[in-house]
């Protein structure tokens, strides 16, 4: 089956300390986001990538970082300049489709980073 | 900047009663809007998507969902409300595809809880 696949589903962070949550998809998308999820906020997007090789910040991008060598993958860095680490984290991808088509976003099942 | 608002953050129905949750957006030109669903610990998965056309859709799980561009809203329904619903809803809007990643804005959810 084809789908987007997190991990760890829990991650556990010491102060100072940089982590790396894995987004694998193989549906073939062209694009992928990483939100943050924390309660009564919904999702805040942090970085988007269109095409490999290319990632954008999105609204809350400090204290992270991101890399897309390959299409399937869209790995996420919490740096230790995150002082708020705390929260579930979502990948999420899409094709492009057409223009003037709109396609929706496809969610892995989120990794809950804690701080220990 | 488009913006989604769900004045809701929590209602509780009862087993079998109908159900309306709201949404209502902010955005400068014609919109893309979605509804997704998450159970706790889980990603968010698609229930429905407005593009054009019809302006009532119909999604999975028994959901629809009525655009009203007169009053900026969105709001999902289900006619008989199941146990397993309970759960809670995003509503989404979406930019025109340019043939680039579109950016989701997604509301605060509504987190709909259901009585026996």
């Known amino acids: 089956d084809g789908g987007i696949t997190q991990s760890p589903k829990y991650l556990f962070r010491k102060e100072g300390q940089n982590v790396t949550l894995s987004c694998e998809q193989n549906l073939n998308h062209d694009a992928m986001y990483w939100y943050r999820q924390d309660p009564g906020q919904g999702l805040r997007l942090i970085y988007y990538s269109q095409i490999v090789n290319d990632f954008q910040k999105g609204d809350i991008a400090e204290g992270y970082s991101v890399s897309r060598e390959k299409k399937e993958s869209f790995p996420l860095t919490v740096t230790s300049a995150q002082k708020n680490p705390t929260a579930f984290y979502l990948c999420a991808s899409r094709t492009h489709g057409q223009p003037g088509s709109n396609q929706p976003q496809h969610f892995g099942d989120g990794t809950r980073l804690s701080i220990l | 900047a488009q913006s989604v608002t769900q004045p809701d953050i929590h209602i509780t129905v009862s087993e079998g009663a109908s159900l309306e949750l709201r949404c209502n957006y902010s955005?400068?030109?014609?919109?893309?809007l979605f509804w997704y669903v998450q159970s706790p610990g889980q990603g968010l998965q698609l229930l429905l998507k407005y593009f054009s056309g019809d302006t009532l859709v119909q999604g999975i799980k028994g959901f629809e969902a009525e655009f009203k561009r007169s009053q900026s809203s969105f709001n999902l329904r289900k006619p008989s409300v199941h146990w397993s619903d309970a759960a809670e809803y995003f509503c989404a809007v979406g930019a025109v595809n340019t043939g680039t990643a579109s950016k989701l804005t997604f509301g605060t959810g509504t987190r709909l809880q259901v009585t026996l």
């Open positions: 955005y400068g030109a014609t919109p893309y």
